[in-house]
């Protein structure tokens, strides 16, 4: 995929609601990284482990969100949203 493109990956529910969406974004000469967002006001745990092991937090909408998280289980609180750094 060209540098600066998008890709989108969402969850989604029995009844085809969006819950989670996932997307990559990144440019040429900069860092790579990966927005997720929970719609829902519960939590959710994803597996982004195709996308990378591990991811640091760049901005969340909690401020006690921060450090490394492991994409293989990626825990979102309710309503949650992260920029995470490749």
Excluded at 65 to 72: F, M
Aim: aromatic share 4%; glycine share 8%; hydrophobic share 50%.
């Amino acid at each position: 995929m060209p540098p600066g493109d998008l890709r989108l990956r969402s969850t989604v529910n029995a009844s085809a609601l969006c819950e989670a969406v996932s997307f990559l974004r990144s440019a040429p000469g900069a860092a790579r990284f990966l927005i997720v967002l929970n719609f829902v006001g519960e939590g959710r745990v994803l597996d982004l482990s195709r996308v990378a092991a591990s991811a640091e937090v760049a901005v969340a909408t909690s401020t006690t969100r921060t450090g490394w998280v492991n994409l293989a289980s990626l825990s979102l609180d309710g309503n949650e949203g992260l920029v995470l750094r490749l």
